[in-house]
């Protein structure tokens, strides 16, 4: 989904875990944190640990109604 100022926003369940554009953000503890697009396992690894974050909390009857990204 396109997000502010040129980023995509990717949501799951209509709730934001990372956006991308000039630089990559994660939700961390209910805020954003840029992530480093050197290590290209680092960015990986903190995008599917934001998806699994988000996944979690959301109500038992959602959570199967996702597809899982992370492989």
């Known amino acids: 989904m396109p ?8 949501t799951a369940a209509h709730e934001p875990f990372a956006r991308v554009g000039e630089q990559v953000e994660v939700r961390e503890d209910g805020r954003w944190a840029e992530v480093p697009t ?4 680092v960015l ?10 988000l996944r979690a909390s959301l109500p038992p009857e ?9 492989g």
């Open 44 to 53: 990986r690894t903190r995008i599917v640990a934001a998806y699994e974050t």
């Open 62 to 70: 959602v959570q199967p109604t996702l597809d899982r990204t992370s």
């Open 3 to 10: 997000g502010p100022e040129g980023t995509d926003l990717w």
């Open 38 to 41: 050197s290590d290209l396992q």
